[in-house]
């Protein structure tokens, strides 16, 4: 928060040149690099669901790229995102400069998941199913519902008995959500859950996540394992 008043106070830094991320090979994640720094993968979050790296933060490229990037990761620790290709890695870096997150290391693309599932580390899924599959588990208080919307979409309509927590305090507040169900994850459109659900500790405990139009359609959901 504070640097993020200060680049409000004083701007963002003059970046002259373009920053260009370095590309690194596939092999280049190891657990090491994962202890040592942050990997984002950028990548949507059908793709991410379809096979990531455990320890990794999905903040899927988008208009809000920036908002959860500045929100969610830490300014001193240097950063290698997991993108489609170069150009997506360029525009990740160059609006995370904008906003001081200046440490991007380089970056890979989804030949890393690949090579990581080959050196024999495993890579772990995100199953997904439909609303009208996840419906009446809800209905009949099969699973425990967090809603990771902000306060006021929340106000608006959210689905009953569940339990509200902002996707950038969700690390923080872990330990008020119970353990005797299966743990839903909610937002409106799909990244905020997807965002949560990559959330380093939650994804020992969270069984699925979803995302909703509102808070009686729920659509496309995901399974978190």
Known sequence: FATMKRLNRDGPPILGEMPTPKPLEATALTPAVLREGIVVDIRAADDF???YIPGTLN???GKTFSTWAGWLLPYNRDIVLIANDAAQAARATREMAMIGLDHVAGFTTAEAVTAWNAAGHGIETIPQS?????APRIAAHEVTVVDVRNHSEFAQGHIPGALHMPVGHLNARLAEIPRDKPIVLQCQGGARSAIASSVRSMCATVTRSISATSSRSIASPTFCT
């Open 49 to 51: 669901a379809a096979g």
């Open 59 to 61: 903040i899927p490229f």
């Open 130 to 134: 439909t609303g009208a599959e996840m």
